[in-house]
């Protein structure tokens, strides 16, 4: 009864230094996203990946890349950390919505809290 | 332009008041879903409700009741009879059908006071 776990839990990292956090989920989804949420921001759509091979933009990309790794996987890449990145990481799954589907929410993990000195 | 605006920041009642808290949304999508999150102080997101554009009926779930209307473009939520339980963030969201993206807004905090 895993649903979406995120690796690691907490990280600090300096100034430049590169960084992957992870995530996967067993409930079979075929969407997965990464998310950032800061201060009076609410969440805001870093990437998403809508199917295994394909990602795309979301609100707020620069500075990350992903990787939908297979239909589990979905990894978040800073590749030279900078302060204005430190937040609260959440990843999330879903089905693909359908018209007429039932109740098909996210699923959040529980979290990546990152700090950039 | 924000896509999901959640204007009110912070609310304090006391315990047993009903409170409502807004969200108002913007899509040129025909097709779109709303949902209500809640975040507790222990960080985890947690589900409350999901309405799709083609279904306007209120809906209530115990305490809990949301009032969707497309003519204002809202999505409220009320808590009856609020619980200290009830402190939380609470996000409203939207998916445009098509492109496969959520908006969320930036949060209500509720404090409930006892």
Redesign the interface.
């Known amino acids: 009864n895993a649903g979406v776990t995120q690796t690691p839990k907490f990280q600090v990292l300096k100034t430049g230094q590169s960084m992957t956090l992870q995530c996967a989920q067993d409930m079979n989804h075929n ?1 997965m ?1 990464w ?1 950032r949420q800061d201060p ?6 870093i990437y ?1 990946s ?1 199917s295994e091979g394909t990602t795309d933009k ?2 707020v990309p620069n500075g990350y890349n992903v990787s939908r790794l297979n239909k589990r996987e979905f990894s978040l890449r800073l590749e030279s950390a900078a302060p204005s990145q430190t937040s ?1 990481y ?1 990843c ?1 799954s879903s089905e ?2 359908n ?1 007429g589907a039932g ?6 993990g ?2 990546t809290r990152l700090s950039i000195l | 332009a924000q896509k999901v605006t959640q204007a009110q920041t912070e609310i304090s009642v006391v315990e047993k008041e009903d409170v409502t808290l807004d969200c108002v949304y913007e899509t040129r999508d025909t097709t779109y879903y709303l949902f209500w999150y809640k975040q507790p102080p222990s960080g985890e997101l947690v589900f409350l409700i999901r309405r799709n554009s083609f279904d306007e009926q209120n809906e209530i779930s115990g305490r809990y009741s949301w009032n969707f209307q497309k003519s204002t473009s809202s999505f409220n939520f009320t808590i009856t009879a609020s619980q200290v339980v009830d402190s939380a963030v609470y996000f409203c969201a939207l998916l445009e059908y098509n492109f496969n993206k959520f908006y969320f807004g930036s949060g209500t905090k509720l404090n409930v006071k006892p």
Not at chain 1, 103 to 108: A, E, M, S
């Open positions: 969407s996203y998310y009076g921001m609410g969440l805001r759509l998403y809508a979301g609100e609260v959440f999330a693909t919505v018209r109740d098909q929410p996210q699923h959040f529980d979290g």
